[in-house]
């Protein structure tokens, strides 16, 4: 019988583990290092946060892996040996695949600043990033996270409802402006503000300070300022977690280079959701996408391909979603920080500074091309048929009451989203 072992219980490898026993009964080994059952990982933080215990982030039951025949094997992988098609584990243990997926995720980026191991010093990964964030708390007079986008924004909430203070430091002009256009920016800097915490927009890190015990205790940053903390969060980004295999023979780049298979270029070896880079990206998507969605999409893809079914990995139109606080975010398709070539962005802010939405178009054909919202739920369904469709952005402006996901009970923007439409942009067809 063929040895299926995948190597990390994320998301990516679990999804992968479920569909291949749906469909075959190979063996299934999944082997992890962090924790032995499969948990939420976007749901750490309402742990910390006191809304759920750490076993309500545990989708399934513990016997839930024995009864559909999964073998789980809570242990680290030091070295891979693609040609013996083994691995050697913690304690000097050498065990054997037919087939090998490696699905180990991400990292926390350091960037080598001095002091980045002291202890109180930590990313939001891991469980073991939440243990840690938990021993140090009840003793933290003030955090200071280090890098302005999701993860960071999730730190600086948790910290904030333990009623510590935070102070945030963004490097960039705004927050998370790479991604987000000016006005969605600005929005978030303000929000962020108004929850008391001490964002610093154009402030890196330059070191962490020691106390005598190897904790830190203060932190400089570029500007020379001294900024006392007890907890630094260091969260300016991800890389994928593959330093164990520099020496093995599969072809690496920043992750585990693989084609649109998810193959590596070792025979039987493949790579998914986060640790999995593209030679080339997908449509224009990034070679390395460390996005839960697409962790899933993979997991999925690569099962039918190890039952039998080569399936290449297409992961359809962009998606993502995420919670500045209490303002949910979600974008489909491409809305870029700038508009490019030939593409109008047309903006709509509600006077509260709390809801608002971006739509991307071409200014030639008019064709639909992305669209932010901030505060206001809409269908994932209806935007990627729109989407595949090609329908235009008075198509979507139209339509926009049938793509709008919000409960009954909540307030309709839409008749003023498309009065000011029609004010930016012009119009064809807005029904009255």
């Known amino acids: 019988m063929e040895h299926i072992v995948i190597i990390g219980n994320g998301i990516s490898g679990v999804t992968l583990a479920r569909h291949i026993r749906k469909k075959s009964n190979s063996k299934i080994t999944i082997i992890s290092s962090e924790t032995e059952f499969f948990f939420s990982r976007t749901a750490l933080m309402y742990v910390f946060m006191g809304h759920m215990k750490f076993e309500h982030t545990q989708p399934y039951e513990n016997d839930f892996w024995k009864k559909n025949n999964i073998n789980l094997l809570h242990k680290k992988v030091t070295q891979v040996f693609p040609k013996e098609k083994s691995l050697l584990l913690d304690g000097n243990i050498v065990f054997n695949f037919d087939k090998l997926v490696l699905a180990t995720g991400s990292k ?67 927050f998370w402006d790479a991604v987000l256009p000016f006005g969605e920016s600005q929005m978030i800097n303000r929000h962020i503000l108004e929850h008391h915490i001490d964002l610093r927009l154009e402030t890196g890190l330059k070191e962490i300070i020691p106390d005598e015990n190897g904790h830190a205790k203060a932190i400089i940053t570029d500007k020379g300022e001294t900024i006392e903390c007890q907890i630094v969060g260091l969260t300016a980004g991800v890389s994928p977690n593959v330093d164990f295999l520099k020496d093995s023979g599969i072809e690496l780049g920043r992750g ?29 998507r990034r070679p390395i996408e460390a996005v839960w969605y697409t962790g899933r999409m993979m997991g999925e893809t690569l099962a039918q391909t190890l039952t039998g079914t080569p399936t290449e ?57 992305g669209i932010n919202t901030f505060g206001i739920r809409m269908r994932h369904e209806f935007f990627d048929t729109v989407l595949t469709q090609k329908q235009t952005v008075d198509f979507v402006m139209e339509h926009l009451k049938k793509a709008n996901f919000d409960p009954e009970f909540y307030s309709s923007y839409e008749k003023e989203i498309q009065n000011e439409f029609t004010v930016q942009c012009g119009t064809k067809n807005i029904l009255s």
């Not at 469980?127 to 021993?135: I, S, T, V």
């Not at 998810?262 to 449509?283: F, R, S, V």
């Not at 920080?337 to 500074?353: C, D, I, L, V």
């Open 108 to 174: 926390s980026n350091k960037f080598g600043w001095p002091g980045q191991d002291l202890k109180g010093v930590t990313g939001l990964y891991s469980k073991q990033d939440l243990e840690l964030l938990e021993q140090w708390a009840p003793t933290t007079k003030r955090a200071v996270i280090v890098g302005g986008g999701l993860i960071g924004i999730e730190l600086a909430e948790m910290l904030h409802s333990r009623k510590i203070p935070v102070t945030f430091l963004v490097r960039e002009k705004s």
């Open 256 to 284: 585990v280079k693989v084609n649109r298979f998810l193959e590596t270029n070792c025979k039987d070896i493949y790579a998914i959701g986060d640790c999995a880079e593209q030679h080339e990206g997908i449509d224009l």
């Open 313 to 369: 990995y297409k992961p359809g139109h962009w998606f993502n979603s995420a919670k500045f606080l209490d303002i949910e975010y979600q974008t489909y398709g491409w809305v870029w920080a700038s508009p490019k070539e030939n593409e109008t962005h047309f903006y709509w802010e509600h006077k509260k500074g709390k809801k608002a939405i971006r739509i991307a178009f071409d200014t030639t054909t008019r064709t639909f091309i």
